[in-house]
C-alpha cells in the first residue's frame, strides 16, 4: 500500500508539473486519492476510517466492510449493485454503527444528503425488514417517521432533516447508498 501511495504521489507530482496552470491537476490529485481508498480524517464526532482487510473502496468496521455507493439509483437498484458485489445494503445494528455510517457517507457526501440503507417494508405494511434478512433489532427514525406518506413509503434512507436521521422514502426515488458485506446476524 506504501509503495503504491509513493508511485501515485510521485505521478501527480510529476503532472503537476506538466499542467500546473490548470485547475484540472488537483481534480486529479481528488480522484488519485479516492482510488487509494484513502479516507480524510475524522472531524468532530466522526469515526476514523480504515480499510482494514477490505477491498479497495470499501471500509472495515468491526470485522465488516462497507462501500459508499455516490450514484443515484432506485433502492431496488441499489440492492441489486450491492448483490452484485457479494453484499446487501447495509444492515444497521447499533449506534455505533450508524455513526460508523454516518462518516462513511460524510466522507464522500459533505453535504450528507439521502442516503439509502436496507431497510423496507415492501412485503407488508409496518414490517420492517433488512435486506440482508436479519432482524430489526435496532432503529433510528426522525422524528414523525415512519409516516408512510401519501401510502408510497416503503423504503429507508438515512440522513434526513437536520437530525440526519431515518425516514421512509419512495423506493422509486434514487439516492446514493451503502452497501456492506454479508454478515451472521447478531
Not at 26 to 40: P, Q, T
Not at 92 to 112: C, G, P, R, T
Not at 174 to 186: D, G, H, M, N, T
Request: hydrophobic share 40%; net charge negative.
Amino acid at each position: 500500500m506504501k509503495s503504491t501511495i509513493i508511485i501515485v504521489l510521485t505521478v501527480c507530482a510529476s503532472l503537476l508539473v506538466l499542467y500546473s496552470h490548470t485547475n484540472n491537476m488537483l481534480f486529479f490529485i481528488f480522484l488519485s486519492v479516492l482510488a487509494l481508498g484513502v479516507a480524510s480524517p475524522p472531524g468532530d464526532g466522526e469515526v476514523k476510517l480504515q480499510r482494514g482487510g477490505c477491498p479497495p473502496f470499501w471500509f472495515n468496521f468491526n470485522g465488516r466492510c462497507y462501500k459508499y455507493v455516490a450514484t443515484e439509483l432506485t433502492w431496488a437498484d441499489a440492492e441489486l449493485h450491492c448483490v452484485s458485489q457479494r453484499a446487501n445494503l447495509v444492515s444497521i445494528h447499533s449506534l455505533e454503527e450508524h455513526n460508523f455510517v454516518k462518516s462513511l457517507i460524510q466522507n464522500f457526501d459533505h453535504a450528507q444528503g439521502h442516503t439509502w440503507i436496507g431497510l423496507s417494508d415492501t412485503h407488508k405494511e409496518g414490517a420492517w425488514m433488512w435486506s440482508d434478512g436479519c432482524p430489526v433489532d435496532y432503529v433510528l427514525w426522525d422524528k414523525g417517521q415512519p409516516d408512510n406518506f401519501r401510502g408510497i413509503e416503503d423504503c429507508v434512507d438515512k440522513n434526513y432533516g437536520e437530525s440526519l436521521k431515518w425516514n421512509d422514502a419512495s423506493c422509486s426515488n434514487a439516492f446514493p447508498s451503502v452497501c456492506a458485506s454479508r454478515i451472521l446476524c447478531p
